[in-house]
């Protein structure tokens, strides 16, 4: 069956380290894998789109990989901040449908 | 950038009765706008795909007659939950867009 999966437990980190989520996927084979950020009670806001040919995206303090072989993207924010402590999901674009597929999410938690 | 309002943001209603949840794209025009529900400490699900001048497609196990998609116009997709129950009660957002999708803020549910 096709599945998306993020790691479901929160992720703690220090102020100014480096955070790093995952995001498996089985079955499917996206043209392009995309993260958000949503906040409580809020929407998702796009944040990165990294298409099946790229091997990386930066945006700012964020880093995206995408790696068709392991089927798995990673997503990096560096020099992270209070500020950031949001869920992350990675979402998928499954077939030409336009609808997007979406992991469960990541809650990161960055504590001063 | 694109705009997608939702509105409203948060709505209490009795068991029985319909509520109606409006999706407007701001800046740009939206032949497609999707529908997703998320419950507490669980990812989006997409329910349907709003198509602009035809009928919606459901994803599987939405029931349609229940939640009602009208998208009339090609900045105006609404979503009217009939009879609500209390097991309807849940987060609904929308988005609009292509390649990085643009959410509304979306709108708590609250059925009593």
Known sequence: ?112 | GAVVSQHPSWVICKSGTSVKIECRSLDFQATTMFWYRQFPKQSLMLMATSNEGSKATYEQGVEKDKFLINHASLTLSTLTVTSAHPEDSSFYICSAGRDGYTFGSGTRLTVV
Do not use: M
Request: contains cysteine; hydrophobic residues 30%; glycine residues 6%.
């Open chain 1, 1 to 112: 069956s096709q599945k998306i999966e993020q790691n479901s437990e929160a992720l703690n980190i220090q102020e100014g380290k480096t955070a790093t989520l995952t995001c498996n996927y089985t079955n499917y084979s996206p043209a392009y894998l995309q993260w958000y950020r949503q906040d409580p009670g809020r929407g998702p806001v796009f944040l990165l789109l990294i298409r099946e040919n790229e091997k990386e995206k930066r945006k700012e303090r964020l880093k995206v990989t995408f790696d068709t072989t392991l089927k798995q993207s990673l997503f990096h924010i560096t020099a992270s901040q209070p500020a950031d402590s949001a869920t992350y999901l990675c979402a998928l674009l499954s077939g030409n449908t336009g609808k997007l597929i979406f992991g469960q999410g990541t809650t990161l938690q960055v504590k001063p």
